[in-house]
Nanobody
């Protein structure tokens, strides 16, 4: 079993920044690929970014590429999402998810149903 707890969400003006954190506990974290997804009201959950177990491989949705950066600190069992130049359309609940394999297939990991565990989410609201 893995517990994932997101934090760092909040209200920010357009153009601002936030850093989300996802702290993992329970089963071994270091060998897992991790992902960030988001869900806006009335919309499906969508891929934002993923990172492999070592941090050497990352993937981003086109809508956030160049503005968001995913990273991880395996010593702290934590994955981060640095979000810069935020836009109102980034408003959503952001979720982190854990995939229990050291394998990293970016296309496969863009699909929410392929993940083993999810956090409860953290709200990000960007005002215009």
């Amino acid at each position: 079993q893995v517990q994932l707890v997101e934090s760092g969400g909040g209200l920010v003006q357009a153009g601002g920044s936030l850093r989300l954190s996802c702290a993992a506990s329970g089963r071994t974290f270091n060998n897992n690929a991790m992902g960030w997804f988001r869900q806006a009201p009335g919309k499906e959950r969508e891929f934002v970014s993923t990172i492999n177990w070592s941090g050497s491989s990352t993937d981003y949705a086109d809508s956030v590429k160049g503005r968001f950066t995913i990273s991880r600190d395996n010593a702290k069992n934590t994955v981060y999402l640095q979000m810069n130049s935020l836009k109102p359309e980034d408003t959503a609940v952001y979720y982190c998810a854990s995939y229990h394999s050291s394998s990293y297939f970016s296309g496969y990991l863009r699909i929410p149903s392929n993940y083993n565990y999810w956090g409860q989410g953290t709200q990000v609201t960007v005002s215009s």
